[in-house]
């Protein structure tokens, strides 16, 4: 069983359209990451959420870490073709301990 | 901008055969990570080294995977004998020691793509 899963597992809309991935766990995590990886690279940070209930807008992505700590939600709002990609959440359960991904959500905008 | 290097690119190999990828960190970095990632899944933590010390390699299939971190710089991972199931991406990581009560931001280098035949 996943430690993280992360819905949906694709995801293909229109430039404009809005949309939301998430990434849930039975656990309770100490911070939690999303990164997106394009073809043939490695993953790139976008976000690290630390505090319960904490909101984070980069740009037109918001992301909110669940209040108990064990949830996480990506907005992207009017999608485009540059959003596409492979998004990943990664928790860590303590100071210290294992970054642990989930098995991703691709996205493809189409234009 | 500093970088994770890392080489091969790409490496195409015949199974029972050895090989070997290598990984730079961006410089000061003390933790190093070996990930592995099969095509359209998330990336699984293979080995972690803290300078020179493996701190977690609970995933690592020891009886064909080594690691090593001699210097506490740059790292070998080396796969003896390769198994068709072993192809798959090879990331490397680094960061800066992770603490404070939340985990720093992982540096990827583009990866080492291994087919194994």
């Known amino acids: 069983t996943q430690l993280l899963e992360q819905s949906p597992q694709f995801l293909s809309i229109q430039e404009g359209e809005n949309l939301t991935v998430y990434c849930n766990s039975s656990?309770?995590?100490?911070?939690l990451q999303w990164y997106r990886q394009e073809p043939g690279e490695g993953p790139v940070l976008l976000v690290t959420?630390?505090?319960?209930?904490e909101v984070k807008k980069l740009k037109r992505l918001t992301f909110q870490f669940g209040d108990a700590r064990k949830d996480s939600s990506l907005h992207i709002t009017a999608a485009q073709p540059g959003d596409t990609g492979l998004y990943l959440c990664?928790?860590?359960?303590?100071?210290?301990?294992?970054?642990?991904f989930g098995e991703g959500t691709q996205l493809t905008v189409n234009p | 901008e500093a970088e994770v290097a890392q080489s091969p690119r790409y490496k195409i190999t015949e199974k029972s055969q050895a090989v070997a990828f290598w990984c730079d960190p961006i410089?000061?970095?003390?933790?190093l990570y070996w990930y592995r990632q099969i095509l359209g899944q998330g990336p699984e933590l293979l080995v972690q080294?803290?300078?020179?010390?493996?701190?977690?390699d609970s995933q690592l299939p020891k009886d064909r995977f080594s690691a090593e971190r001699l210097k506490g710089v740059d790292s070998t991972l080396k796969i003896q004998p390769a198994e068709l199931g072993d192809s798959a991406m090879y990331l490397c990581?680094?960061?800066?020691?992770?603490?404070?009560?939340?985990?720093?931001?992982?540096?990827f280098g583009e990866g080492s793509r291994l087919t194994v035949l």
């Open positions: 990581a680094s960061s800066w020691t992770s603490g404070g009560g939340y985990h720093g931001e992982l540096f």
């Open positions: 410089s000061g970095h003390a933790t």
């Open positions: 990664a928790g860590a359960l303590g100071s210290g301990s294992r970054l642990t």
């Open positions: 656990s309770v995590f100490s911070s």
């Open positions: 080294f803290q300078d020179e010390s493996v701190v977690d």
């Open positions: 959420v630390v505090t319960g209930g």
